[in-house]
Every structure is written in structure tokens, then in C-alpha cells.
């Protein structure tokens, strides 16, 4: 069963991910031309990334910072990466609190247009809208405006209104082959704009501004669907084409941290996970409406960073990742609290969990509010002071936003891309390791994958006592499943995942 629901992980990480053909990872022949096309990279928001599925093998022994630019004032959103101008080689997109969106290029960090948008907490998103095989750049401004630009910063579109400072999503909710861009606002209202900027629906959300949506295919019927928070509410809307959708909420009692991170476990059930501002996490069955799950992290009071979903201690297992502003937080699927190091302040940064050095084992990519970004590697934990800090970067300022994983250099290995409010956005390369000497030895030769702690601060301590495992006792019951505000009844289960969860039956009969 350990393998089934790490798999089942990996699989859904494609089908939530790959939903496009420009998209790295997508399984087309069509040359990639978007590397990171949003906030948790996925539209799902689990905030995984398959690194090795997507670049091969490769090992970094160091990082280093390869390039910055700074604007002229804080960037606190999450960049996006591709090839807006059809060179060949990827830009990077974010926003400042200057008030602009910035695309540099990928290589050198140089300033290639930027526009004024009002810039602020939004995070862009890049995707093909049309089809035409060219990405545009989506992003909301601080006005309350959604802008619509193409790869050489040309404005296609703009809709006012009361959207909110964070990310969009997008999906193609009528199967046209064309995507929607679904925005939320300030209103309680979540937004329908089709590619060509037309807003065609308006979908009541709740009394709390919307959140930023997750998408994926809840009920099985081929067709996207959303999922987002509103206040204490996790809403669900399940689209039947254009204008027709239903809308179901779940109460779970405390303002909740949004997006939620979306993941199917088992090849056949859809989960949330989602944070509360009072550091509850609560795992969520899609499918029934169901609270699956609750643990409350301990120590833990300030909780304003999305989640993300992932292997982290190389057990097999789907592990939780949480931040607050007390701690960093690894849960097990089943809410245990596996690993607890109270010395991370996390504001707004969402974890991304990724095998950054190619060694094989996953590591987390955080940002504090003290201005450090971190890599942590959970495998070199052995509860002595900073022995889960793989590296460590000192930025001037708060970092607010989530980093960013792509080839942005050409090099066909991953760099990392984060924003400080200090102004600069950075880009961390690694320092390949050199390749492993031939042996003579008649046993198998063997390298080492152990990675020096780099820049942890002199005159500095951490707790040495070794964070015991905090059970979450019994899971608590959720209030009776999902409130339909419309009467259509949720599918259970999707025919897709179920022809999934058999073939992985199959292959773990086989073992």
C-alpha cells in the first residue's frame, strides 16, 4: 500500500500537471514552451515537481546565485516561466510592488519589457489561451484589474473589476479546446473570461473574497473543476460547459489558507488539503464532502502559507508540508506529525517540494519571513542544530512569495527562482558535482550523496532535541458533508481513476 499511494501520487501529478501540450511534462512531441506555468506550478497546487522526469540525471554538490534584478520596489509574488517570444529560450514573468509585471530573460536576468499592471502580491500565470501555440502572460493587478499580454508585452485584453491580488487559473471548462481563465474577486464571486478577455459567467462563491482556484477533474466527467476556499468554506464547483456548473461548500469551521492542494490518492479518490489561518489541517474526500481528516499543528498559532503534497523522507509515503509562522511542519498522509522544527517563520510562502539536486530524495523550497530561503533536506536530519539546511540564501527582506524550478540557462538542469522584499528577484543555479572516478575495486563502486550545509550563520543555535512524532489522536468528523447550492449530486468516482486504481492493483499483485 506504501507504493500504491506514491504512485498514485506521481500519476496525479500528471494528469493534473500535463494538461497542455506547450507544458514541460506533458508527453508531446511539441517543443516546450512553458516550464513553470504558475503559482505551485501545477493547477492543481500541490506544489510538486517530478525534477527528475523532466530533466534527467544530473547532481548538484553546491548552489549558487547566478543572477538578480531588482525593480523598485518589493516583489512578493511567485515567478512563471517560458518561451514567450518563440526564440527558444525561457522568460521569467512576475510582478513587483512597483506596480509592473517584469519578463526578463531566463539566461541573464535582463530586463527584456515590462508594464504597468499594478503589480503587487500577483503571481502570473503563462498559458496558451487560444491555441495559436504561442503562451500569453495572465496576471492581476492591485486595481482589481485581469490583464491579458502576449509574449512581446503587447496588452490582448484587460477586465476591471474587484479580482484579487493573487493568482488566476485556467481551464478549459466546455472541452473546445480553448481555456477559460477563471479569476477570483473581492465580491465572493469566482469569474469566468474566455481567451479572448469575453467574461461568461459569474459564479457565486460565498460572503469572503474567493480564493485563488485549484482545478482537476472532480467527478469524473472529462470536464475540469474548481476548488477554492471562502472564509471557513471549502468550496467545490463542478462545470458542466459554459454556464452551467454546481456549487458545493463544506463548513469547516475555521477561515481557511487558500489555494487548497489538490491530490488523488489510490487512483481513484479526489482530496483537498487546506490550512486554516489557526494552523489546523484538515485532509478533505472530494468525492463524499467529507472531513477524511484533522490534526492542529502544535506550537503553531499563525498560519498563512498553502500547503503542498509530496514525498520528503524518501519513506514511499505522501507526506504534508506546512508552514507558519512558528514552524515548519511534515505531516504523514494520515496527519501524523512526523517532523516539527520550530525555528522556521513562515508568512506567506508555500512550500515547493522537488528533488533539486538530483540526488534522488526530494527536498523542501521555503521562504521566511526573516528573509532567508531555504533548502531543506529532511534525509540529512539528525537533531543537531541546522542539519535539516541543506543551503541557505540571505535575502534584505521579508519573502512573502514561492519559488520556482526551471531550466531557465539552457543548461537542460534545473535553476530556482524566488522574489525577496528587497526588491530583487533571484536565480539560484547549482555547482554540478564532477563525475564520479573510475574504481577498481571488483565491488560495486558507490558515490556519496551527502550535500555540505553551505552559509548557515555563525553565532546562531537551533533547539538540538530531536522533535518527537505528535499523533493527531482520532479524526475528527467533518459537519455532514458537502451543502449543495445547487441541486446536482457529486459522482463518486471517475471511470478514469478507476481504470487506474485497478492497473495499479494489478502491478502491486505482480510484486
Known amino acids: 500500500m506504501r507504493a500504491l499511494v506514491s504512485v498514485a501520487l506521481a500519476c496525479t501529478a500528471l494528469l493534473l500537471v500535463a494538461a497542455h501540450p506547450l507544458i514541460a ?19 492543481s497546487r500541490s506544489g510538486f515537481l517530478d525534477v527528475r522526469s523532466l530533466y534527467g540525471s544530473f547532481h548538484y554538490r553546491d548552489f549558487k546565485v547566478l543572477w ?60 496558451d489561451l487560444d491555441g495559436d501555440g504561442k503562451p500569453e502572460v495572465v496576471t492581476m493587478g492591485a486595481s482589481g484589474v485581469v490583464y491579458c499580454f502576449n509574449g512581446t508585452g503587447s496588452e490582448e485584453w484587460e477586465v476591471p ?72 468554506d471549502l468550496v467545490v464547483i463542478l462545470f458542466h460547459g459554459l454556464g452551467r456548473h454546481s456549487v458545493y461548500h463544506v463548513d469547516l469551521g475555521s477561515i481557511l489558507v487558500g489555494p487548497p492542494a489538490l491530490a488523488i490518492i489510490g487512483g481513484s479518490h479526489p482530496y483537498a488539503v487546506v490550512v486554516s489561518e489557526d494552523c489546523r ?34 519513506d514511499g509515503m505522501t507526506d504534508i508540508v506546512v508552514g507558519s509562522m512558528q514552524g ?19 508568512y506567506t510562502s508555500s512550500p515547493v517540494i522537488a528533488d533539486i539536486d538530483g540526488d534522488g530524495r526530494n527536498e523542501i523550497l521555503i521562504g521566511q519571513e526573516t528573509g532567508e530561503f531555504d533548502i531543506v533536506d529532511i534525509s540529512q536530519f539528525n537533531g543537531e542544530p541546522y542539519s535539516e539546511i541543506q543551503w541557505l540564501l540571505k535575502t534584505g527582506g521579508p519573502i512573502m ?22 526588491f530583487n528577484l533571484y536565480c539560484i543555479t547549482g555547482i554540478p558535482a564532477p563525475p564520479a572516478q573510475p574504481t577498481t575495486s571488483t565491488s560495486p563502486a558507490t558515490t556519496s550523496n551527502t550535500v555540505a550545509t553551505v552559509g548557515v550563520p555563525a553565532g546562531t543555535h537551533r533547539s538540538t532535541q530531536t522533535p518527537s512524532p505528535r499523533a493527531s489522536g482520532s479524526l475528527t468528523p467533518g459537519p455532514g458533508g458537502w451543502e449543495a447550492r445547487v441541486n446536482v449530486e457529486i459522482v463518486a468516482a471517475a471511470a478514469a481513476f478507476a481504470v487506474a486504481a485497478s492497473l495499479l492493483a494489478y502491478i502491486a499483485s505482480k510484486r
Not at 511567485?78 to 506596480?99: H, K, W
Not at 467529507?290 to 524518501?314: H, K, N, T
Open 281 to 314: 489541517v484538515f485532509k478533505v474526500d472530494l468525492a463524499r464532502g467529507s472531513i477524511d481528516g484533522e490534526a492542529r499543528l502544535p506550537g503553531a498559532s499563525e498560519c498563512y502559507s498553502a500547503p503542498s503534497i509530496g514525498d520528503v523522507d524518501g
Open 161 to 232: 473589476g474587484r479580482f484579487i491580488r493573487g493568482s488566476v487559473a485556467v481551464a478549459d471548462i466546455n472541452g473546445d479546446g480553448r481555456y477559460e481563465v477563471l479569476a477570483p474577486s473581492f465580491d465572493g464571486y469566482l469569474y469566468v473570461i474566455e481567451y479572448n478577455g469575453s467574461v461568461v459567467d459569474k459564479i457565486r462563491v460565498g460572503e469572503y473574497p474567493a480564493s485563488t482556484p485549484s482545478i482537476a477533474d472532480i467527478n469524473g466527467d472529462g470536464l475540469p473543476d474548481a476548488v477554492l476556499t471562502d472564509g471557513p
Open 68 to 127: 538578480r534584478v531588482k525593480t523598485q520596489l518589493c516583489i512578493s509574488s511567485t515567478p512563471a516561466v517560458g518561451d514567450l517570444n518563440g526564440d527558444g529560450r525561457p522568460e521569467v514573468a512576475f510582478s513587483s510592488c512597483d506596480g509592473h509585471l517584469y519578463v526578463v530573460d531566463g539566461a541573464t536576468g535582463r530586463i527584456l519589457w515590462n508594464s504597468t499592471t499594478g503589480g503587487g502580491f500577483a503571481s502570473p500565470t503563462i498559458w
Open 25 to 43: 511534462g506533458a508527453g508531446s512531441s511539441t517543443p516546450w514552451r512553458i516550464l513553470w506555468p504558475t503559482f505551485k506550478y501545477s493547477m
Open 328 to 346: 515548519l511542519y511534515v505531516l504523514g498522509w494520515n496527519l501524523t506529525v512526523e517532523y516539527a522544527f520550530p525555528e522556521f517563520k513562515v
Open 401 to 422: 512569495g514561492s519559488a520556482a524550478v526551471a531550466d531557465v540557462n539552457g543548461d537542460g538542469m534545473p535553476e530556482i527562482l524566488i522574489g525577496s522584499r528587497d
